[in-house]
Nanobody
Framework: QVQLVESGGGLVQAGGSLRLSCAASGRTDSYYHMGWFRRAPGKGREFVASIDWRGPNINYADSVKGRFTISRDNAKNTVSLQMNSLKPEDTAVYLC????????????????WGPGTQVTVSS
């Protein structure tokens, strides 16, 4: 079992930046693919970004490409999401996820989920 806890959400004006962090604990000795999904009000879970154990395989949703950067620190068991040039449509609960094996953009394939952190972007 792996436990994930997000932090860093908040309220920001359009054009601003936020940095989200996710701390993993428990069975972190396996090679987990980690990432972020988001859930906007009235919408389903949307893939945001993911990164594999060693870092070179990174995937972004088209809607955040060029604005968001995902990174991880395996020594600290953390994954971060730097979000720049935020837009009101980025408003959502951001969820940290982890899975064994290769990466995926499908939320059903992720085994572990954090409780989420709220990001609100005002216009």
């Amino acid at each position: 079992q792996v436990q994930l806890v997000e932090s860093g959400g908040g309220l920001v004006q359009a054009g601003g930046s936020l940095r989200l962090s996710c701390a993993a604990s428990g069975r972190t000795d396996s090679y987990y693919h980690m990432g972020w999904f988001r859930r906007a009000p009235g919408k389903g879970r949307e893939f945001v970004a993911s990164i594999d154990w060693r870092g070179p395989n990174i995937n972004y949703a088209d809607s955040v490409k060029g604005r968001f950067t995902i990174s991880r620190d395996n020594a600290k068991n953390t994954v971060s999401l730097q979000m720049n040039s935020l837009k009101p449509e980025d408003t959502a609960v951001y969820l940290c996820v982890a899975k064994t094996g290769t990466g995926s953009t499908y939320y059903t394939e992720y085994d572990y989920w954090g409780p989420g952190t709220q990001v609100t972007v005002s216009s």
